[in-house]
């Protein structure tokens, strides 16, 4: 299958890492303050669910702006939306694997402390850097999996909190836990670079993969919002604790989702990790000023770990494979050469 590929400019994929930083920074903050207010709290799954569908609509959106024609957009969801139902079960995916990763998640946390739960996740960030080399083909050097391993332990002491005692008494099962933790970080990793897969395997157009991809989101989440919370949205209702400022956090998940698609895209699931990675410690350094949160030692020490891994992983690269191809075509001009 032809990969397809678009160049870019180097200051476009920079803008895009950045401004997907700077929004999951701002998303982590203002989440924050909403689940914390005093007012009526919102169904955080509602709001998931709200943020797919508005991704679909700019999605469908840019679609219609891309192909510039009335014309040629409705051919274009005809052929690619309503024609193609097994483009629909294979961008289905990721979101049920996600869908998947977050039950998993939420089943470890009930069974580990807090504190391994924190350790134990962080190896999604090496994970999706085994799938991308195993799944894509592709090579990293000695120093991008050190900076790899050293993001790992940079997030883990940037989100580290020590274990506190409590007298309430809850069995858990360690051995579940690690469990569900394992298929979480494996599910993290494939999802990811699977999508990643799709985008570059093909030259079908970035938003019509979103709009295949969101279209079956919408019915994952759906269907876990009303097993969660079904009852009491019923009893009341779906836009229930809504506020300005929940419509905002609304908004900037669904702008910082387009962008990660357009990082995986044009850059690949490893780099959209550092950006996580550093709107970790963006949005600490925010609560800090907005919320009165301590930096501890364990922080500092974690926020220069991922700010170096971030640098080493940045830094320019032989491409070894094209020199050991011009090196191999030279040895057979020259075999040639004597040989005639």
């Known amino acids: 299958m032809a990969q397809a590929r678009e160049n870019v400019s180097l200051f476009f994929k920079l803008y895009c890492l950045a401004v997907m930083t700077l929004v999951a920074a701002a998303y982590t903050v203002a989440l924050r303050y909403t689940r914390t207010t005093n007012e009526e709290l919102y169904f955080s799954t509602t709001a998931v669910c709200v ?49 998947v990763q977050n039950n998993m998640a939420f089943l470890a946390l009930s069974h580990l402390d807090a504190a391994v739960y924190q350790v134990t996740y962080q190896l999604k960030i090496p994970c999706t850097a085994f799938c991308t080399v195993f799944m894509l ?15 790992c332990g940079g997030v883990t002491l940037v989100q580290w909190k020590p274990a506190q005692a409590t007298k309430v008494v809850v069995e858990q099962n360690p051995f579940l836990g690690f469990g569900a933790i394992a298929i979480a970080v494996l599910c993290s990793g494939f999802a990811g670079v699977y999508f990643e897969k ?19 989101g919408i019915v994952v989440t759906l269907v876990g919002t009303y097993l969660s919370d079904g009852a009491e949205i019923q009893q009341k209702g779906f836009f229930y604790g809504y506020t300005y400022y929940v419509w905002f956090v609304i908004f900037l998940a669904s702008v910082g989702g387009l ?50 891994s971030i640098y080493l992983y940045g830094l320019p690269r032989q491409d070894t494979t094209s020199i050991q191809q011009e090196a191999t075509s030279k040895e057979r001009i020259i075999g040639t050469g004597r040989g005639g």
């Open 51 to 99: 943020t797919e569908v508005i991704k679909l609509l700019i999605s469908v959106g840019l679609l219609a702006k891309e192909t510039g024609s009335l014309g040629r957009f409705k051919t274009s969801l005809s052929e690619n939306i309503l024609g193609s139902p097994k483009e629909l079960v294979k961008l289905s995916v990721p979101s049920l694997v996600y869908a």
């Open 137 to 151: 083909n592709r090579k990293l050097s000695k120093l991008q999996w050190i900076s790899v391993f050293m993001l």
């Open 198 to 216: 799709v985008l570059k395997s093909s030259d079908t157009s970035l938003w019509v993969r979103n709009i295949q991809m969101y279209l079956s």
């Open 259 to 308: 962008y990660t698609s357009v990082v995986v895209k044009y850059t690949d699931n490893i780099m959209k990790g550092f950006s996580a990675a550093a709107a970790i410690v963006l949005s600490t350094i925010a609560s800090v000023i907005l919320f009165g949160l301590q930096i501890t030692l364990n922080f500092a020490m974690g926020a220069l770990l991922v700010c170096v």
